[in-house]
């Protein structure tokens, strides 16, 4: 047999998109590709590409620059650009750079087969389509080689909810869940595989509205079933909007074990007036109402979110009702962007804020988040967390895993194993992560 193609993919932006990386493997496992974290010894280079924020397609041109001599050195070299920027400026990515082979947009990576077969005829392929069929139903089956114990599940993709700031409902497009069954067999699948947590991924995960016994399931009773599963001990899901986060998601955080104590439920802003020109459809006070709720069910949960500062009308007053947020609420992890315009979104055409009002105003954002990060980090020495260990560390003996709030943790124990869900006590907090003992 043929020495095995080997592929080497690079991903950016968010958690979709690694798992939409794992997939594309997959999907050219089927081709006869193993997958090589070296790009020099590779036959064909796939970049993952993410839109969301600034300079998105100048760095894929960079980047598809820094791959020039290794083109020049092996001509059979094929390269692919994959992700948001493919859908978004797929034809001018093909125009400017003829060294690209291929562009495939994140709906069609199902065609990659096919596709990679026509590159390797020597034809150069585009496909950016929103095709009708499920992706995922088409993609060839994985080898069921073992998995790393946590893991990622997309559930929902897209979204309808046209954020005046956002690319996603251009480029994931419209939101649609996969049906109930599809979810539950890859969820037992993974398990089969040595999964012990799995993280549900949407744009909008908790809009989730699948085909299920008896009609639609939400995004709950999605998880209350997921929860039966033996060997499946942690659940999680990412990324939400507050106007979906109906009654029993709620509840399902203070009555199902599994759930774990940790959401990110992005806010944006804390400025009403802000929140309306963004089209959030939320106020302030609806946000940190719902928070209450949240807390109500499960007093533990750490918060996370995300926000913008220099949205286009952003007065100082807006941006200290932002402050006075986050001070409210009270966040254990959290990301902040300056406003960056993105082509064919509403607030692209507004005036934007001068860029140095935005960077001092990201500056003090990012001091407030970091202190209130660090302060939950160093809440949680001298507790007992739960922690699955994911893989070594970078010290001998050495183990790192995930604590329920999603900390990293390092131990240092020989008792300690890859999969593993221990009981630990926290020593120490470091700038990203904590250390400590097992109980
Ligand atoms: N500019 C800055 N940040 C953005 N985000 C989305 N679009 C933009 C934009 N145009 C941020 C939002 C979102 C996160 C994934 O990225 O905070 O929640
Ligand atoms: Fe973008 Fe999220 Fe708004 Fe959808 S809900 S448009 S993904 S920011």
Request: hydrophobic letters at 40%; glycine letters at 8%.
């Amino acid at each position: 047999m043929a020495d095995p193609k080997k592929l080497f993919i690079k991903t950016y932006g968010c958690q979709m998109n690694v798992y939409d990386s794992e997939r594309m493997a997959e999907a050219l496992g089927a081709s006869g590709y193993v997958t090589t974290d070296r790009a020099d010894e590779a036959d064909m280079i796939l970049l993952n590409t993410c839109h969301i924020r600034e300079k998105a397609a100048e760095k894929v041109y960079s980047e598809l620059g820094r791959f020039k001599p290794l083109k020049a050195a092996n001509p059979d070299l094929k390269i692919g650009v994959a992700g948001c920027v493919a859908q978004a400026e797929g034809e001018e990515i093909m125009r400017r750079q003829p060294m690209v082979d291929l562009v495939v947009g994140p709906q069609t990576y199902h065609r990659l087969p096919a596709m990679e077969a026509a590159v390797r005829a020597g034809q150069r392929a585009v496909d950016t389509d929103f095709p009708a069929e499920d992706k995922f139903e088409h993609l060839p089956k994985a080898p069921r080689a073992k998995r790393a114990p946590a893991a990622f599940l997309t559930v929902q993709e897209g979204c309808d909810k046209f954020c005046a700031f956002c690319v996603v409902p251009y480029t994931r497009g419209a939101e649609v869940s996969r049906p109930v069954d599809r979810v539950l067999r890859e969820a037992r699948d993974l398990v089969d595989r040595g999964v012990r947590e799995i993280t549900l991924l949407g744009q909008n995960v908790n809009a989730y509205h699948g085909a299920g016994d008896g009609g639609t399931w939400g995004l709950a009773r999605l998880i209350r079933e997921l929860a039966k599963i033996d060997g499946l001990e942690r659940i999680r899901f990412t990324t939400s909007h507050p106007n979906d986060m109906e009654e029993d998601l709620i509840a399902a955080h203070g009555d199902e074990p599994k759930l774990m104590p940790y959401l990110h439920l992005p806010v944006q802003s804390g400025s009403d007036k802000i929140l309306k020109a963004m089209a959030r459809k939320h106020t302030a006070e609806s946000y940190i109402r719902l928070i209450e709720r949240l807390r109500a069910a499960r007093p533990d949960l750490l918060l996370s979110g995300d926000f913008i500062v220099g949205f286009p009308g952003e007065t100082d007053q807006d941006f200290e009702d932002t402050m006075t947020l986050v001070r409210t609420v009270s966040y254990g992890q959290a990301y902040s962007f300056k406003y960056s315009a993105r082509p064919g979104t509403p607030a692209a055409e507004k005036t934007p804020v001068p860029d140095d009002v935005a960077s001092d105003r990201l500056q003090r954002l990012q001091g407030l988040l970091t202190e209130q990060q660090r302060a939950a980090q160093e809440a949680m020495v001298g507790r007992d967390v739960s922690v699955l260990f994911e893989k070594p560390g970078r010290l001998p003996g050495q183990m790192v895993g995930k604590s329920d709030y999603l900390h990293a943790v390092h131990v240092t124990d020989p008792r300690a194993e890859v999969g593993q869900i221990a009981r630990v006590r926290i020593k120490a907090s470091g700038p990203n992560s904590l250390a400590g003992e097992l109980v």
